[in-house]
């Protein structure tokens, strides 16, 4: 037996037809199915992302210390190698914290997105191929199949066409990203996870223009689920910030050195922007 | 902006939508259908899965210049493996092209019909007409289009039933039936049945499209009904071969299960055959159920399936003189088996097999010889008594 097979028996198979039971108790609504398979799946990881996401933010919060670290041993890459190792020790964070949950969901996660595709069956060739992965022995099944596609405003087995879904897609996503986005002292470090900001959002939202429907339903789903956990494990984060009060910034006489270059100590303004340091034109993104 | 960050990104952005592929890819179908063959003239009609249209004479030898038929391409990541860098792609087409007269017909997945008409052999490059004009029905056309009475029947995907002039392309009447159609229209004395994704087949007047009755099953029904002798039989994938009267009132109906342990199978997915009043079902779970025509009784299950119990019947089959020649194939593993059935004696005979093709067009027969068309796209010429199998290159001659 070849992986393929091995994959579609152990992973696939079952989840295509526990979509296809659920769709029949859930008023033989797919989307329904959808958002509820969604939430039991993350419900199941729950452990797996707690552990990421708090990974994730230790090493958020080590970011200041690994900074200078990269500072000061700039030019000693095995010397800041070991003072990397070091902080990770004494903070008691494995840099691939939150890496291995992820890898463990990874497979989960393809396998849903599989057994969307599957189930919308869009064409006879998908149709087709779905009957090889129904169960025989659940009567209930084979009836269920070709399932109805129709959810709210949206043919699940199509694009969304008034756009609505991709909106919602690449908002949801962007709130996400900015929750868990910390501010780096590192000018390159803060444009990329910037530049990221933005860009894994429009990319998905692109993604579900030309992606049918129930993909993009599983892809809201997941996010506000994800917003949902993040906000219990650290709060709004770095989202906060933007509906905080700004205060009033003071004239920028002192921001001005003898070189002329601005010198804005760190942490004068919340979500300081380190490329200002430099006096480099920052990265207006987030603006 | 620093190098380095743009290489970053692009690299994580390129992971992620090679992620994103993958997962839809591995399996992931893309529609590039399977039309059967069809002929006209002593020449032979082959739509390849590239939207080509070929006129073939039976040594081989394309006549003429094929047609290309291309639909404009909506775009998107999720159809990169057929229409990357191009704005048009293919038109996938599931059924064989009907004949009329010196016309073919073609429908697919571009929503339309196409009419061509041969000229000593040759199809000319300029359509007869197209139906609808402007645009398309809508949808697409799964369910291909049955060619009889001068009429083309067909239905789109969204629910209507069309019956068009065979020599102008003009719209007779359109009945919409709401439900999802992917079943070709079957044409008796006075009316034409369809089935449905509602799970209910249709009976509409010939004439003017109207409701005369519906039958309801408990499965989607998305093969054509076969008409013999006042009786309508269809196969539904609640896994029961169903018959019914011209009234609609049902008069048999048979599951498909399995005879050791009677558990249910698979669906029946394509068009049964008759001959000296036994029905032949085949079915998805690879077996080919024998009923008894009148009844509905059970006479034999013959098991096509190879490879520890792997095969499914998703070509609708032929009958050749006294013989049923049956396409079985491994849709995971992408091969097939052709089998002769002795409709006298029931006897199985394997005509020839294919180690990288599976079949789900419909197979065509002509003077003794079977034309397949496989999932790579290829086109055979197989001899339904000895097994002699021929292939077609389709490479226009100079």
């Known amino acids: ?287 | 902006m620093n190098t380095r960050i743009i290489k970053n990104s692009l690299a994580l952005v390129a992971l992620i939508v090679g992620l994103l592929l993958l997962a839809s890819c591995t399996g992931g179908v893309v529609a590039r259908g399977w039309a059967g063959v069809s002929m006209i003239d002593d020449t032979l009609i082959f739509a390849t899965m590239t939207g080509k249209i070929y006129s073939v004479d039976k040594t081989g030898t394309v006549l003429g210049t094929p047609v290309n038929l291309v639909v404009s391409a909506s775009g998107g990541l999720s159809c990169i493996p057929t229409c990357s860098g191009s704005q048009t792609r293919p038109v996938a087409m599931y059924a064989s092209p009907g004949v009329a007269g010196d016309l073919v017909y073609f429908a697919g997945n571009d929503g339309r019909v196409h009419a061509y008409q041969l000229v000593d052999g040759r199809l000319r490059d300029q359509t007869r007409w197209i139906y609808p004009p402007e645009g398309g029905l809508g949808s697409v056309i799964i369910g291909g289009l049955t060619v009889a009475n001068n009429k083309v029947y067909l239905s789109s995907a969204n629910g209507t039933v069309y019956a068009l002039t065979a020599p102008e392309g003009y719209k007779e009447w359109s009945y919409s039936i709401g439900g999802k159609i992917w079943s070709a229209p079957a044409v008796g004395t006075d009316t034409v049945y369809i089935g449905s994704f509602d799970k209910k087949v249709y009976a509409l007047d010939i004439n003017t499209g109207t409701k005369k009755w519906e039958y309801e099953t408990e499965g989607a029904i998305t093969a054509a009904p076969l008409v013999n002798d006042g009786i309508v039989y269809f196969g539904s994938y609640d896994r029961h071969m169903y018959a019914l009267d011209t009234s609609g009132k049902l008069v048999w109906k048979f599951p498909a299960t399995d005879n050791i342990t009677n558990s249910p199978q698979n669906w029946f997915w394509v068009t049964p055959v008759l001959q000296n009043g036994i029905l032949y079902a085949p079915c998805l779970d690879g077996k080919v159920y024998m009923l008894d025509a009148a009844t509905g009784g059970f006479m034999d299950a013959i098991d096509l399936r190879y490879n520890n119990d792997k095969g499914s019947i998703s070509s609708s089959p032929v009958i050749v003189d006294n013989t049923l020649v049956i396409a079985v194939s491994d849709l995971a593993k992408k091969t097939s088996r052709v089998y002769a059935i002795d409709t006298n004696s029931q006897g199985v005979k394997e005509l020839t097999g294919f180690t990288t093709e599976a079949i789900n067009a419909p197979l065509f027969a002509a003077d003794g010889i079977v034309y397949i068309h496989t999932t790579t796209d290829n086109f055979y010429g197989l001899n339904a008594q000895n097994g002699a199998l021929q292939k077609f290159s389709l490479t226009t001659s100079k």
């Open chain 1, 1 to 287: 037996m070849d992986a393929g097979a091995i994959w579609d028996l152990i992973i696939l198979s079952p989840m295509i037809n526990i979509m296809v039971v659920l769709t029949r108790f859930l008023f033989n609504n797919l989307g329904l199915s959808i958002i509820v398979l969604t939430i039991v799946i993350r419900a199941v990881m729950y452990p797996l992302s707690r552990r990421q996401l708090q990974s994730s933010k230790k090493m958020q919060e080590l970011q200041p210390k690994m900074a200078e670290i990269q500072k000061k041993y700039a030019k000693d890459r095995q010397k800041l190698a070991k003072e990397q190792m070091a902080l990770y020790k004494e903070a008691g964070v494995s840099p691939t914290g939150c890496l291995l949950p992820m890898i463990i969901q990874m497979p989960v996660w393809i396998a849903l997105y599989q057994s969307i595709s599957r189930v919308l069956a869009t064409t006879p060739e998908e149709l087709l191929n779905l009957s090889r992965h129904i169960y025989t022995s659940w009567p209930i099944v084979f009836d269920q199949v070709p399932l109805n596609s129709q959810f709210l405003w949206l043919d699940l087995g199509a694009p969304d066409k008034i756009i609505l879904l991709p909106i919602l897609v690449g908002a949801t996503m962007w709130i996400q990203q900015k929750m868990t986005t910390p501010s780096y002292s590192d000018p390159q470090q803060q444009t990329n996870s910037q530049m990221m900001l933005w860009m894994m959002p429009l990319l998905f939202a692109f993604m579900s223009l030309s992606f049918n429907s129930g993909l993009a339903l599983y892809w809201l789903t997941s996010n506000i689920i994800s917003i949902v956990m993040q906000y219990f494990i650290s709060g709004w984060g770095p989202l906060a910030t933007m509906f905080r009060k700004q205060p009033e910034k003071k004239p920028p006489a002192k921001l001005t050195s003898s070189s002329g270059q601005i010198t804005q100590k760190k942490g004068d303004l919340q979500g300081t922007n380190p490329t200002a340091e430099k006096g480099k034109k920052p990265w207006m993104f987030w603006k």
